[in-house]
């Protein structure tokens, strides 16, 4: 168990975005949240990397205490992840996003001054290869297109050290062909014995890919399970389908 | 000298206002850290660094001195806004300026109040007194140099280039592990410090301060230069200065009266302004966008 999450609560004013949301994530394996949209899963995420502070639960990470941490310290303890609108520095050029990504702290002022830039191309080649983007370093993040934003959004993530890979949608608005090739990616990395945690609120996308599946919806875990076993939840369908919340069997 | 004695005059003001605009956009262009209250650095330091020499410090340890004062209140600068944006935000930095100016006022038994300070020293460097203008101008040239060295290093190095990420989005950058809190209190810190610097260079040049040199002219005067030069961008911030302080030297020529000399430069100020705001929205060597 890399990540575990208890009992979280999280309200905006009147709406409970979370509402006693409870799972735990296996190492070494790809599980899906997935759910409706609405159900709560970015909210989820942003709980569990400390941009937004739950009312009340608690998270552990690698087996410690994390609910009391800042964002940039949980961090630094191993979490990496991806936002669902893409979000990159407009102006930093690929290079730097990876160069920014793969040092694990800030960096010191003098030290800083006096070495000038690092140019580690090498480990900046190789995650762009994983990712299949074909680029020059030097192209600046707002010249690339939506595909390819996403793509850098994604390699930023395996760029930064981490045990766990926290992905929200990663392939929401993407075309057929640059989803299946990230699918491959994902598949890629968690034979490397990466830990993935992603959001999908597409079940298909999901079925032939993840080891475990969390199904979300208003705001907690209404079902989990193998991707066959979801397929076949009559709660998960409800869900997906809308029926009306008193009448469902998955409420008790 | 190959220079008239205003023309010497007008190039030492032009490389003190480089040290004063670079400082500016190494918070407000590259860092993204909003700051109104600039001037009040400058401030700071002109008034550390001509006490201190009035109190009997070698010139250099004053000039350090001003420039760590004025980071200090950088630091406070930090603390006291870092949860405002926007519109609060510029007020907030603005009304730092008011206060460092009231401070100056109306601390007389520190500052003399509105009498000001005369008298202050020129610079004597390792028994070397700094008498001439001309001799004013090298050294100005020295300090200049080195601080935008220092900053252009700064700006261009990793560390850097965490300043322009925290600008972008500081939200993925804390994601990323990194302390956008700390980065921006360094920021404010050094640009503090620099300006500071420039301050001490002014009033051991002027040799006499007080508290309107450093009031919402000035302000208005820096902000132009670094919008008009780019945000982000150093050689822009140079450039900009260079053009905007030789202005009154023009005016000079066309012998305009006195009374119309004041005005006419600020309105000049504000076209120029208006013009590169229209025609070019990024300055004329920006990448970053005004929000
Ligand atoms: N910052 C916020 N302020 C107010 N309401 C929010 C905020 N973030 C999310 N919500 C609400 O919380 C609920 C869950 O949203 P979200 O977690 O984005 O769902 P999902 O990612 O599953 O589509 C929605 O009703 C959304 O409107
Ligand atoms: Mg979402």
Not at chain 1, 37 to 65: A, C, E, Q, Y
């Amino acid at each position: 168990m890399i990540l575990s999450c208890r009992d979280i609560h999280k309200s905006f004013g009147g709406i409970r975005a979370i509402d006693g949301c409870t799972f735990t994530v296996e190492k070494k394996r790809i599980t899906a949240i997935i759910g409706p949209n609405g159900s709560g899963k970015t909210t989820m995420f942003n709980v569990i990397s400390k941009l937004i502070k739950p009312d009340s639960g608690t998270i552990d990470f690698n087996g410690r205490d994390v609910t009391g941490l800042k964002d940039y310290e949980l961090a630094r303890l191993g979490i990496s992840r991806t936002f669902q609108d893409v979000k990159l520095f407009q102006n930093l050029t690929i290079r730097e996003h990876l160069q920014i990504a793969m040092s694990d702290s800030n960096e010191k002022l003098l030290s800083s001054i006096i070495k000038g830039k690092n140019r580690d191309s090498q480990n900046i080649q190789e995650v762009m290869d994983l990712v299949g983007l074909d680029k020059t370093f030097d192209t600046y993040a707002t010249d690339l297109s939506y595909g390819q934003r996403k793509l850098l959004d994604l390699a930023i993530a395996i760029a930064k050290p981490h045990s766990l890979l926290m992905l929200d949608e990663p392939v929401a608005g993407v075309n057929p062909r640059l989803r299946s090739s990230i699918k491959e990616i994902l598949r890629e990395l968690n034979s490397r014995g990466e830990s993935i945690l992603l959001i999908e609120h597409d079940m298909n996308f999901v079925m032939d890919l993840v080891d475990h599946i969390f199904v979300m919806d208003a705001g907690r875990v209404i079902a989990e399970g193998a991707p066959q076993e979801i397929q076949n939840n009559p709660c998960v369908l409800e869900a997906y389908l809308g029926g009306s919340e008193e009448e469902s069997e998955c409420w008790k | 000298m190959i220079f008239s004695a205003y023309q010497t005059h007008i190039f030492i003001l032009i490389f003190i206002y480089i040290i004063l605009v670079v400082s500016l956009n190494l918070a407000l262009g590259y860092t993204g850290l909003l700051n109104l209250g600039h001037v009040a650095f400058f401030g700071i330091g002109a008034y550390t660094s001509a006490l201190l020499a009035l109190e009997g410090l070698t010139y250099i340890a004053a000039m350090i001195a001003a420039g760590l004062f004025a980071s200090v209140f950088g630091y406070l600068l930090v603390i006291a806004t870092d949860r405002l944006r926007g519109d609060y935000l510029a007020m907030a930095t603005l009304g730092f300026s008011f206060v460092v100016y009231s401070l100056l006022l109306n601390l007389r038994d520190v500052t003399r109040g509105a009498m000001g300070i005369p008298g202050i020293p020129k610079p004597t460097i390792l028994d070397f007194t700094i008498r001439t203008n001309d001799q004013y101008l090298i050294f100005v040239l020295l300090v200049c140099a080195i601080s935008v060295f220092i900053m252009y290093r700064i700006v261009n190095s990793p560390f850097g280039k965490l300043l322009e990420a925290t600008r972008d989005n500081a939200v993925c950058l804390r994601v990323l592990g990194k302390n956008t809190l700390s980065l921006k209190y360094k920021a404010m810190m050094i640009s503090a410090f620099f300006a500071g610097i420039s301050g001490s260079l002014y009033a051991h040049y002027i040799t006499f301060i007080d508290p309107t040199s450093f009031y919402i002219s000035e302000l208005i005067l820096v902000l132009t230069i670094v919008i008009v030069g780019g945000l982000g961008s150093i050689k822009g911030s140079i450039v900009a200065t260079a053009l905007i302080i030789y202005i009154p030297e023009v005016l000079r020529m066309l012998d305009l009266p006195s009374s119309v000399l004041g005005p006419a430069r600020q309105a000049i100020y504000a076209v120029i302004l208006i013009t590169i705001l229209m025609i070019r929205p990024k300055g004329l060597f920006g990448k970053v966008d005004l929000e």
